[in-house]
């Protein structure tokens, strides 16, 4: 037997924290990483009921996550780098003009 | 108490701790590595849940890919000045208890009963079974994802290529 109200509280925690994680930091790497630990928290929340309930959707949602995150995290890279190409900076609160 | 029950203690108590060292902790290069800890640690748990292609994946594209891309723009930029001692912002005032609070809700909603785990047929998450199912009941989806992935890498170069000198 799989301890389920263990692996959805460990899930819970983890997306919290991720939550926080884009909450509370300022540096936009860090909210990054906050959003890649929330798509972790899901993935082990998917693949837990996929088990549960014997049912290989929720392995197939968790892959497609994967790509999503894949690339997700590329183009805000990419966006990051423009970003700090104009602003030498990586706090969020200096990024809120629109022009340069 | 089972071996399988104390492994996903175990492994669930490394991935929290993980996360709170990401969370808390001042340098980014820090929390890209408890990161990293957090995934490897969630593809063990992936292969006790019986999804051995998922934890394999996890540790290819999670752990291999993603985070040696964060690892990668952490060194390439380098920060100074105020970057360096504003870590939290205004409203954690606010938002810790906004997040405990949900979190106990949850918690509650959790705890009022929820389907007990059966045994998962046979062969449950093997490659055999879940690529046979993926490309075949849902191949327009891979399909799909695989145009997103192209979206991506033009939305990349268009962002960051070289302009062509115009004439």
Redesign the interface.
């Known amino acids: 037997?799989?301890?389920?109200?263990?692996?959805?509280?460990?899930s819970?925690?983890?997306f919290?924290?991720?939550?926080?994680?884009v909450?509370?930091?300022?540096?936009i790497?860090?909210i990054?990483?906050?959003l890649?630990?929330m798509l972790?928290a899901a993935?082990?929340l998917f693949?837990?009921y996929?088990?549960?309930?014997?049912n290989?959707m929720g392995?197939?949602f968790?892959?497609?996550i994967?790509?999503?995150?894949?690339?997700e995290?590329?183009?805000i890279?990419?966006?990051?780098?423009?970003i700090?190409g104009l602003k030498k900076?990586?706090?969020?609160?200096n990024f809120s003009l629109m022009r340069r | 108490m089972d071996t399988?029950?104390v492994s996903?203690?175990v492994l669930?108590a490394l991935?929290?701790l993980g996360?709170?060292s990401?969370?808390l902790s001042r340098q980014?290069m820090r929390?890209?590595v408890s990161?990293l800890f957090?995934?490897l640690v969630?593809s063990g748990?992936?292969a006790?849940?019986?999804?051995p292609?998922?934890a394999v994946?996890?540790l290819i594209?999670?752990a291999g890919?993603?985070m040696t891309?964060?690892i990668f723009?952490?060194t390439?930029?380098d920060?100074k000045?105020?970057?360096l001692h504003?870590?939290?912002?205004q409203?954690?005032l606010f938002?810790?208890p906004a997040?405990?609070g949900?979190?106990v809700l949850?918690?509650l909603h959790?705890?009022q009963g929820?389907?007990?785990?059966?045994q998962?047929?046979a062969e449950?998450?093997s490659v055999k079974?879940?690529t046979r199912?993926?490309l075949s009941q849902?191949a327009l989806?891979f399909e799909l994802?695989s145009v997103?992935?192209l979206?991506?890498?033009v939305?990349?170069s268009a962002?960051?290529g070289k302009k062509e000198e115009s004439k």
């Open positions: 037997m799989i301890p389920l109200n263990f692996l959805l509280i460990v819970l925690i983890l919290m924290v991720g939550t926080l994680t909450l509370i930091r300022r540096n790497l860090m990054l990483m906050g890649e630990l972790n993935s082990l693949i837990t996929a088990r549960v309930l014997g290989l392995q197939f968790t892959l497609f994967f790509v999503v995150a894949a690339v995290v590329g183009l890279i990419a966006i990051v780098l423009n700090f900076s990586l706090l969020t609160s | 399988l029950n996903f203690y669930g991935a929290v996360a709170l990401m969370l980014p929390a890209a990161l957090v995934m969630l748990m992936y006790l849940l019986s999804a292609f998922m994946l996890q594209i999670y890919a993603i891309l964060i723009i952490v390439l930029v920060v000045g105020d970057d504003k870590v939290f912002s409203i954690t938002a810790v997040v405990l949900l979190s949850i918690i959790i705890m929820i389907p007990a785990a059966g998962p047929p449950f998450g079974n879940f199912i993926l849902y989806q994802a997103l992935l979206v991506g890498i939305g990349i962002l960051r």
